[in-house]
C-alpha cells in the first residue's frame, strides 16, 4: 500500500484559522435521513491509513464512511449475517483498522468475539476471546491485535491465524487500554489503580512505572513520531510523558471531565481528548486542541455536547468525533489546507 501524501505541516499560530473556516465545520455523518437532537452512542472510531474511509460502532453496529460523501447512501454496514442487522451479537466496544492493510478491520464486543472485517465484502473471520472484549489495539505489523477482555487478561492473536495465541497476560490488574510503541517493541497499558505499566513486547516483561494522576489512569497513545507519550485519566488530567527522559514534560489541565480517549495528529504536533463516555450531560463542551511541544490549547471546536471519542484523520488536519445530535461528525480540512491571507 503506497503512503498517501501529507498535508502541509500547520504553524500552531495558523491552526485556529484552518478550523474556523467555512469550508472546514463540523460535517455530521447520520444514519437518518432527518435532523435528530439525539447523540447515539458512538463507543469507537477509527481511519483507515490512507484516510479514505472512517468506521464509527453505535450499539451493536458498525458502519463504514466515505469521509466526503457524509450521505448514509454511501456508506457500508457491516454485518454478521447478511440478512440480519448488528455486527456483533451485542454491544461493540471497540473498532480499529489495520495499519498496513486499507480495508481490514477489527473488532469487539460483549459478546466476546473479535472480528476481522474486509470492509470491501464485506465479511468476518471471528476468535472468541472467552468473556467480554473490552479494547484492542493493532501491532504496527498489522499481524496481531491485542486484545484486552472484562477480566483484565490481556490476549495477543495473529491474525494471519486466529486461532493462534501469541499470549495471555494473567488478569492481575484492571487493565483500562494499552498502547504500543512505534517499532512495536514496548507496550503500555494504564490501570484503574496504580501508575502506568511499560512492557517489553512480547515478552511482557515489566519494564518500567510511570505515576502522575490523582485518580484512575485511563487512556494512553503514543505519538506518530515517537516524541511523546500521551495519558489521559479520571482527575481530569493529561500528561505528555517525553519518550527520551520520560519526565512529564505538560500536564494539561483544562478538562473537569474525566478523560478516557486520546488521539494525535498525523504529524505529532497535536492532541485532543474525549470523555468515553455519553453519561455526562454536564462538563467539558468542545475539542480542546492542544499544540504538543508548548502544552498550550492553541484552538476549541465548539460542540452542542460532550465529546465522547475523538480520532485525527492520518494524514490531514481534520477530528473525527462523537457525542454530538445525529451521529458522528468530522471538523477540519480533508484537503490540503488553504489558509486565509493575513
Known sequence: ??????????????LKDLFVSKANLPVL??????????????????????????????????????????????????????????????????????????????????????????VRLPAAGEYKVENQ?????????????????????????????????????????????????????????????????????????RLHLLSGHTASCNAVIYSPVGSYLATGGSDGIINLYNTTTWLCDHALMDHTNAVRDLSFSFDGNYLVAGSGTTDVKDGDKGINIYHVDTGAMVHKVETTNVVTFVAWHPHRYAVAYGGDPGGLKIVGALTDPVLPAR
Not at 500500500?1 to 495558523?14: E, G, H, L, S, V
Not at 495477543?156 to 488478569?171: C, E
Request: proline letters at 8%.
Open 133 to 205: 472484549g473490552l479494547f484492542l489495539t493493532w501491532h504496527p505489523s498489522g499481524t496481531e491485535l491485542v486484545v484486552g477482555r472484562k477480566d483484565d487478561v490481556v490476549t495477543a492473536l495473529d491474525v494471519r491465524r486466529t486461532d493462534t495465541v501469541l499470549f495471555a497476560k494473567d488478569g492481575k490488574v484492571n487493565y483500562n487500554q494499552v498502547a504500543l510503541s512505534n517499532d512495536g517493541r514496548t507496550l503500555f497499558s494504564t490501570v484503574t489503580n496504580g501508575p502506568l505499566r511499560i512492557y517489553d513486547y512480547p515478552s511482557m516483561e
Open 1 to 14: 500500500m503506497a503512503p498517501p501524501a501529507r498535508a502541509r505541516p500547520i504553524k500552531k499560530n495558523d
Open 29 to 118: 455523518f447520520s444514519e437518518s435521513l432527518r435532523p435528530s437532537t439525539l447523540a447515539p452512542n458512538v463507543r469507537s472510531i477509527s481511519w483507515s491509513p490512507t484516510g479514505s474511509m472512517v468506521a464509527a460502532s453505535v450499539s451493536s453496529n458498525i458502519r463504514v464512511w466515505n469521509p466526503e460523501r457524509p450521505d448514509v447512501k454511501n456508506s457500508t454496514e457491516l454485518r454478521d449475517t447478511p440478512s440480519k442487522p448488528g455486527s456483533h451479537a451485542s454491544n461493540v466496544e471497540k473498532i480499529g483498522f489495520a495499519p498496513t492493510h486499507q480495508g481490514l478491520l477489527a473488532s469487539t464486543g460483549i459478546d466476546g468475539m473479535v472480528k476481522l472485517w474486509d
